[in-house]
């Protein structure tokens, strides 16, 4: 198991929930850490991989982060039981900018659950919302601002093999298509979750870029070469 994924493991308590959220960018230090280098498309759409997929285990380690911020402020009341709190948890991250409605839901369960005071039970959930949210969002940033930078170093070399004379021209092709991917997820980071890489390329222009000119044989070299 890699040293960030046991990061995100371990949260299965408040007090290990709370050490995250003091250090929210520890994920993607360690992630940054483990990430290989890329000398290949093939290498390169492997670690397109890693980093989507490190997006995709913030949101699973959310859900739980959920529950137990849930099942702590409701520990005196049953009006929400545990099937409600786990459907709640299980769909936080798409309650993102959606909190009201999640409110909405909430006192709706609470009055039927029997609650002397239905919203102050939603206010209790909203609380727990916008604590794991807001959570998801500071160790999103990290794993973000890694996709950019990431992205931004590759993307030059990408685009000298898209130029090189040497180069058969399908896999000059690819290298281009690759070059203008990265250059898209350079500004846009969250691109990475649309699609795997190799679909994403497979979905762009075809395009040959010019190769560089070549350079202009001088006086002087004709003298060496004599």
Same mark, same amino acid.
């Given at each position: 198991?890699?040293?960030?994924?046991?990061?995100?493991?371990?949260?299965?308590?408040?007090?290990?929930?709370?050490?995250?959220?003091?250090?929210?960018?520890?994920?993607?230090?360690?992630?940054? =850490? +483990?990430?290989?280098?890329? !000398?290949?498309?093939?290498? #390169?759409?492997? /670690? &397109? $991989?890693?980093? *989507? %997929?490190? @997006?995709?285990?913030?949101?699973?380690?959310?859900?739980?982060?959920?529950?137990?911020?849930?099942?702590?402020?409701?520990?005196?009341?049953?009006?929400?039981?545990?099937?409600?709190?786990?459907?709640?948890?299980?769909?936080?991250?798409?309650?993102?900018?959606?909190?009201?409605?999640?409110?909405?839901?909430?006192?709706?369960?609470?009055?039927?659950?029997?609650?002397?005071?239905?919203?102050?039970? =939603? +206010?209790?959930?909203?609380? !727990?919302?916008?604590?794991? #949210?807001?959570? /998801? &969002? $500071?160790?999103? *940033? %990290?794993? @973000?601002?890694?996709?950019?930078?990431?992205?931004?170093?590759?993307?030059?070399?990408?685009?000298?093999?898209?130029?090189?004379?040497?180069?058969?021209?399908?896999?000059?092709?690819?290298?281009?298509?690759?070059?203008?991917?990265?250059?898209?997820?350079?500004?846009?980071?969250?691109?990475?979750?649309?699609?795997?890489?190799?679909?994403?390329?497979?979905?762009?222009?075809?395009?040959?870029?010019?190769?560089?000119?070549?350079?202009?044989?001088?006086?002087?070299?004709?003298?060496?070469? &004599?």
């Amino acid at each position: 198991m890699s040293s960030a994924q046991h990061l995100l493991d371990q949260v299965h308590s408040l007090a290990r929930l709370e050490a995250l959220a003091a250090e929210p960018g520890g994920y993607a230090e360690r992630l940054a =850490a +483990e990430i290989p280098a890329v !000398a290949t498309l093939g290498e #390169l759409e492997a /670690r &397109d $991989a890693i980093v *989507a %997929g490190a @997006l995709g285990k913030i949101d699973a380690m959310i859900a739980r982060a959920m529950r137990i911020r849930l099942d702590h402020a409701l520990a005196a009341d049953a009006s929400i039981g545990a099937p409600t709190r786990s459907v709640f948890s299980s769909t936080i991250t798409g309650y993102a900018g959606r909190l009201p409605l999640l409110a909405q839901r909430a006192r709706d369960v609470a009055a039927r659950g029997g609650a002397a005071d239905p919203d102050g039970i =939603a +206010e209790a959930v909203l609380e !727990a919302a916008r604590a794991v #949210l807001g959570l /998801r &969002d $500071a160790v999103r *940033a %990290g794993v @973000l601002v890694l996709i950019r930078e990431l992205a931004k170093a590759a993307a030059p070399e990408a685009d000298r093999r898209a130029r090189d004379r040497n180069l058969e021209e399908p896999v000059r092709r690819r290298w281009s298509a690759a070059r203008r991917d990265l250059e898209a997820a350079a500004a846009e980071p969250e691109r990475v979750l649309a699609a795997p890489m190799a679909t994403r390329l497979g979905a762009l222009p075809d395009q040959l870029d010019e190769p560089a000119p070549e350079r202009e044989v001088t006086f002087a070299d004709m003298i060496e070469l &004599d």
